[in-house]
């Protein structure tokens, strides 16, 4: 049975963009050797780290979401720490309260980009006039 599964991944600065993206394109094929549906792929970006990794503060990060048979995430983990561009990775199994959330999130209801609606635009106007 396919659970859904979200990985955030760190990789190394010191690559290229274009270069991280070759890396991307490789796990995507890897996943989809084990026959994994991909969600969602969101690739944020070089980002500061919080603290320092093996003396790095910044990195790439990837946020991946998908539905595979448990049975891979034990290889695709040991993929993970085998890869020098890879800094950190984090897996975790995704409950339901989760997945509507990232469902809400796509369609702009919920998160850092939701769209707002004419009553809360209208609460804001009034309370920046006060």
């Given at each position: 049975m396919?659970?859904?599964?979200?990985?955030?991944?760190?990789?190394?600065?010191?690559?290229?963009?274009?270069?991280?993206?070759?890396?991307?394109?490789?796990?995507?094929?890897?996943?989809?050797?084990?026959?994994?549906?991909?969600?969602?792929?969101?690739?944020?970006?070089?980002?500061?780290?919080?603290?320092?990794?093996?003396?790095?503060?910044?990195?790439?990060?990837?946020?991946?979401?998908?539905?595979v048979?448990?049975?891979?995430?034990?290889?695709?983990?040991?993929?993970f720490?085998?890869?020098?561009?890879?800094m950190?990775?984090?897996?975790?199994?995704?409950?339901?309260?989760?997945?509507?959330?990232?469902?809400?999130?796509?369609?702009?209801?919920?998160?850092?980009?939701?769209?707002?609606?004419?009553?809360?635009?209208?609460?804001e106007?009034?309370?920046?006039?006060?």
């Amino acid at each position: 049975m396919l659970k859904s599964y979200e990985t955030v991944l760190i990789f190394n600065p010191v690559l290229k963009e274009k270069e991280v993206q070759e890396v991307i394109g490789n796990y995507r094929e890897l996943l989809k050797s084990y026959k994994a549906d991909i969600v969602e792929e969101d690739f944020w970006g070089l980002r500061q780290l919080a603290y320092p990794i093996k003396k790095k503060t910044t990195g790439f990060y990837l946020v991946l979401e998908y539905k595979v048979d448990a049975t891979a995430i034990d290889r695709l983990e040991i993929q993970f720490k085998r890869d020098e561009n890879i800094m950190r990775f984090l897996t975790i199994r995704m409950e339901k309260y989760h997945l509507e959330y990232n469902e809400r999130k796509r369609r702009g209801l919920a998160g850092r980009n939701r769209k707002k609606t004419e009553a809360e635009k209208t609460n804001e106007e009034g309370q920046q006039q006060s």
